[in-house]
């Protein structure tokens, strides 16, 4: 089985057989990152492809042993933001965020309803550390925010998420 | 219902969301790709320290907490005391003056020359810079001053402005200001702030545990994805402070100074890849230093003792003469001049004298 090293390394020699597997490990954290941001799904599409696209055009400054994960949230996120800025507006999508179930119904709530429940700075806490595996500390840089403050996001969310879902897990 | 089950629900509720492969897509834009101008990504705001630099600053600000710092955890955590600790605020700034030299000879302790016939020939230049340092943990008297600012109409909780002065009588001030949000998760308490030196700020983060409010770890982040974690304990009559300096998790630089006051020793370790050595520091008379040591490379080990002869001269580098005893071995004699290149000193005709002075 081929490493991401082993991946790396061939991607900075133009060769993509490896790909659709770096793909497919790292598809998830990318589309996290950027979807508390985007939430347009062609969009966040749109961004996905794009940020893949500016990590194998600058793949040789990818340092092997380094954070691949980290560095491609990272582009993701940059994105985001950017084509979030063009639009100057937030862009709602009609399949994702719809609507915010019924009490009854918080047993059927997706990934996208449960982070709604959250304010918009607790949800990305949230996605990069719980899903995206980023540490703390990462995730203060990346979005530029105090480290303190990223873990007193992280706790009110996790307290909010307590209260709401907590019944049901 | 517990952190651990909440998170794993998180978790689950993401792994069931169906992400689309985009690939093939992407590899064929990748290939037609034509060889445009780099794009320069937008920098976020990053400390520009070099590592050594970094080292000495988050020592300064570890032994300035570690002389706030008191065992009770009170609506001011912060209460001024410990007074022996003040000695080691000047101590350590002492370090911080010489930060361009020990920049340059902190990379001596980490080759061995072939040209050598003892170990510690080859860590002697870059030791030296720490003479400084231990010379000042034994003096009697602290050359520091020290002010409590108020922190009225701030966020801070706490905010003090000290002074350091070196052994060539130039002043370096430092702030250190730390904020009023206390982070609590479960037992453990966060703190961040900020230390200032000139016209530059650095933030960093005080983590330690309620039940164990002498221990703590400070961490200041650095330029890419370095990072200084410093961990001071103290315990009886020992305080010890590890600094490590990290590449994400990776050790590239470790220092532990341990002062036991109660013998009246100071440990100095260093470890570097496969290098460690470690000195015990004794003041035999004043101004004179007896060092017992143990270098460890590899397969290669050795051991002896040094005798230091510390003399200040007016407008001069201190004069440091140096006495090794490699034992089993030829003793040698080695003359080292260490000069304080404080950045950006404050000069003052007049040094004042702390409220801990003698």
Do not use: C
Request: proline residues 4%; hydrophobic residues 40%.
């Amino acid at each position: 089985m081929v490493t991401l090293k082993q991946m790396i390394r061939q991607f900075k020699q133009k060769d993509y057989q490896s790909f659709d597997i770096f793909y497919n490990q790292t598809k998830q954290k990318v589309f996290f990152a950027v979807i508390n941001i985007i939430k347009d799904e062609s969009l966040v599409d749109d961004v996905m492809q794009e940020t893949y696209l500016k990590f194998l055009k600058n793949i040789d400054k990818v340092k092997s042993d380094g954070n691949v994960s980290a560095y491609l949230q990272r582009i993701a996120r940059n994105l985001a933001i950017d084509l979030y800025n063009q639009r100057k507006k937030e862009v709602y999508g009609n399949e994702i965020f719809e609507t915010i179930p019924a009490e009854e119904e918080k047993h059927q709530e997706d990934i996208f309803e449960i982070l709604d429940m959250l304010e918009s700075d607790e949800k990305e806490v949230v996605s990069l550390h719980i899903i995206n595996d980023l540490k703390f500390r990462e995730i203060a840089d990346m979005m530029d925010k105090p480290l303190g403050t990223v873990l007193w996001l992280y706790q009110k969310a996790l307290k909010k998420l307590k209260e709401k879902v907590g019944d049901y897990i | 219902m517990k952190n651990k089950a909440l998170k794993q629900f998180i978790k689950d509720k993401a792994n069931d969301v169906t992400i689309k492969d985009f690939s093939l897509e992407i590899i064929e834009k990748a290939k037609m790709q034509v060889n445009e101008p780099s794009v320069i990504e937008k920098q976020s705001f990053r400390l520009r320290l070099k590592p050594i630099f970094a080292l000495s600053l988050a020592l300064v600000t570890t032994f300035v907490l570690a002389f706030l710092w008191t065992p009770s955890l009170s609506d001011d955590p912060f209460v001024i005391e410990a007074y022996d600790q003040a000695m080691m605020v000047s101590s350590v700034s002492m370090i911080y003056a010489y930060d361009i030299e020990v920049n340059q000879q902190v990379s001596l302790l980490q080759s061995i020359s072939l040209d050598s016939t003892y170990l510690i020939e080859d860590q002697l230049e870059g030791l030296n810079t720490y003479f400084p340092l231990i010379e000042q943990f034994f003096e009697s008297n602290a050359n520091f001053d020290k002010e409590v600012l108020s922190v009225e109409g701030t966020n801070y909780l706490y905010h003090l402005k000290f002074s350091s002065k070196t052994s060539s009588n130039v002043f370096i001030d430092y702030e250190l200001k730390l904020l009023d949000t206390v982070i609590k998760l479960g037992e453990n308490i966060i703190i961040e702030g900020y230390i200032s030196f000139s016209d530059d700020t650095y933030p960093i983060i005080i983590e330690f545990n309620q039940n164990q409010p002498e221990h703590f770890l400070m961490t200041s982040l650095l330029e890419d994805e370095q990072t200084i974690e410093i961990l001071y304990e103290k315990s009886n009559n020992e305080a010890s402070y590890r600094l490590q300096l990290l590449d994400r998790d990776t050790v590239i630089k470790s220092l532990m100074l341990k002062k036991d006051a109660l013998n009246q020793v100071i440990d100095l370790n260093f470890e570097k890849g496969t290098m460690n050595g470690t000195y015990r520091f004794r003041q035999t008379e004043d101004k004179v230093l007896g060092v017992s040591y143990a270098i460890v490379k590899e397969n290669i080990s050795e051991t002896g003792r040094i005798n230091i002869s510390i003399t200040p001269r007016e407008n001069m580098p201190t004069l440091y003469e140096i006495d090794v005893r490699p034992q089993g071995g030829t003793p040698f004699n080695r003359e080292e001049e260490r000069e304080p290149t404080p950045p950006r000193p404050t000069p003052r005709p007049t040094p004042p004298r702390g409220p801990f002075s003698d």
